[in-house]
């Protein structure tokens, strides 16, 4: 299987990385500065070799993305302190858009996960531009979420994030959805564990954990583990591994919403979106994925006046 990550920012860099260890053929790794692609490659290259793991990696410019059988879109603007997901809509529907453009015709079968925020509208971008097969665009942002959720959740009880389970879909930002109802300390719901404030609380930091680090780096976003993420949904892929992960997916009506990419669980595999997994939410649950889902079609109306 033939990997091209476009980008070369931080979260490019490291998922380029974390992919490397899913020991796919072939890497490609594209970015605007070329020396800087190439430098990463010539790196990853020789970290490889000290893991005795022999994965081809190579740079270049979108010639070099030729029969990819994944992309990963990891390029456009980030986020600065203040600004919100939407705020990029503008600057990186074009980026993307570019992005698209340059590879789908010489990748008629590759699977795209997109990364660039707002990511679940950079999914729709990529739709109408690429015109593939709905199940094989999807955006890299439940995995991410649900993986935050169960960090704080591990970190708050003292406990393995091994024995944590969680599921957070909708709207990558403010209006994700953690899954109370199926969140779980080995089996058994997290409120026998937390109070009510407490689990309200750790809701709040995973809806607003990209933020903080954003605070807190002053000059980026979080790239560690949004690469370790990428990582994981590729992984499931080029191996065939079907793993049930929430990324951002068509839907046709289920959960109620029609005619948007949204993070629901879905089955991963060679194929892309093998199957939506279809979860009976409870009412809060299904109130604050429909307003999830509007959220989205909010930036899609705006994106809708854009030239990109």
């Known amino acids: 299987m033939k990997v091209s990550i476009i980008g070369t920012g931080k ?49 270049g410019n979108y010639s070099k993305t030729k029969n990819s059988d994944i992309i990963v879109v990891a390029v456009g603007l980030p986020r600065k302190p203040g600004m919100s997901r939407k705020d990029l809509l503008e600057g990186n529907a074009k980026i993307v858009a570019d992005v698209v453009r340059k590879t789908y015709k010489q990748s008629k079968k590759a699977i795209y996960i997109i990364v660039t925020n707002p990511l679940d509208v950079m999914c729709y971008v990529t739709s109408k531009i690429s015109k593939f097969p709905k199940q094989r665009i999807m955006g890299m942002a439940g995995v991410l979420d649900t993986s935050r959720f169960r960090a704080f959740i591990a970190e708050k009880l003292n406990i393995s994030v091994r024995d944590v389970g969680a599921l957070v879909l909708g709207s990558h930002g403010n209006a994700m959805v953690p899954l109370l109802s199926r969140t779980q300390i080995r089996g058994t719901n997290i409120s026998k564990f937390l109070k009510k404030n407490e689990i309200t609380s750790l809701v709040k930091r995973t809806q607003n954990a990209g933020a903080e680090i954003v605070s807190l780096e002053k000059s980026g976003s979080a790239y560690i583990a949004p690469g370790a ?80």
């Open 11 to 59: 979260v490019g860099t490291s998922a380029v990385i974390h992919v490397s260890y899913c020991n796919p053929e072939e890497i490609v790794v594209v970015g605007r500065n070329a020396d800087r692609a190439k430098g990463i490659a010539l790196d990853l290259k020789h970290s490889l070799a000290a893991k005795d793991t022999d994965v081809k990696i190579s740079s």
């Open 229 to 308: 993420s990428i990582a994981v949904m590729v992984d499931s892929i080029i191996n065939n591994k079907k793993r049930i992960l929430p990324v951002s997916a068509w839907l046709n009506g289920e959960y109620g919403v029609k005619g948007m990419f949204i993070g629901v669980p879905v089955v991963l595999s060679r194929k892309g979106i093998d199957r939506i997994i279809k979860l009976n939410l409870n009412a809060e649950e299904k109130k604050l994925f429909k307003k999830s889902s509007a959220v989205i079609g909010s930036m899609i109306k705006s994106l809708n006046k854009i030239k990109y």
